[in-house]
């Protein structure tokens, strides 16, 4: 049951951050994600076999229950129509993590005022929500295409770097599900760290 309650969050918590990137693109002159349909939190939408149910399931039964990870259907845009020039792809996939941390951060306050006039259990759904919302918010950050982090870091690169850009793009897939499989620990310190600050001890 807590496998997938975990799971349940994971998803709704990936919508959000997917329609986010959505709506930011919206704001920024680009209506691909609203033409596809997109800016909506109806789970048959958003959802991916691979990345929203099997992947979550492998982690979890892999690491004991100690990391699950998944993500939405990335949301379509046209980075052609974005106002911002270079800066506006970064807008579009910051919010992704930002929305993360924002529902984390509501959910950590509810748990820091809230815990002794809410059912235990909730708290406990609650804490969880935080969690795995700072998970996902500080892996998308990682700066490795197609995570939200590369578009800030190819921002970021001078154009003598176009040959580790290129790498980048060239194996995202293969460095992505090694970080995933074998590098979870990296975020291990970031995410505790975050959670530390949120979450009373």
């Known amino acids: 049951m807590n496998a997938v309650l975990q799971i349940v969050i994971l998803i709704f918590s990936a919508i959000l951050h997917e329609v986010a990137h959505g709506y930011v693109a919206y704001s920024l002159g680009d209506p691909t994600a609203k033409y596809a349909g997109r800016l909506t ?11 929203s ?25 046209n980075p052609y129509n974005l106002r911002g020039g270079k800066w ?30 809410l059912p235990p259990a909730f708290i406990s759904v ?6 795995i919302n700072v998970v996902l918010a500080v892996f998308n950050l990682i700066p490795v295409p197609p995570l939200d982090g590369s578009k800030l870091l190819l921002a970021l690169m001078p154009p003598s770097w ?40």
Do not use: C
């Open 162 to 201: 176009q040959p580790l850009e290129d790498f980048l793009n060239r194996y995202q897939m293969f460095v992505l599900l090694f970080i995933v499989f074998f590098g979870w620990q990296i975020i291990a310190y970031p995410v505790n760290l975050i959670i530390s600050l949120l979450l009373p001890i």
């Open 88 to 117: 506006g792809p970064v807008y579009v996939a910051l919010a992704g993590p930002a929305t993360n941390l924002l529902i984390a951060v509501l959910f950590s306050l509810i748990v820091r005022f809230a815990a002794t006039s």
């Open 126 to 131: 609650a804490v969880m929500i935080v969690i």
């Open 41 to 51: 939190l109806n789970p048959l939408a958003h959802l991916d076999i691979t990345g």
């Open 53 to 77: 149910i099997v992947l979550p399931i492998l982690l979890y039964l892999s690491t004991a229950g100690q990391f699950v990870f998944g993500w939405a259907k990335p949301v379509p845009y």
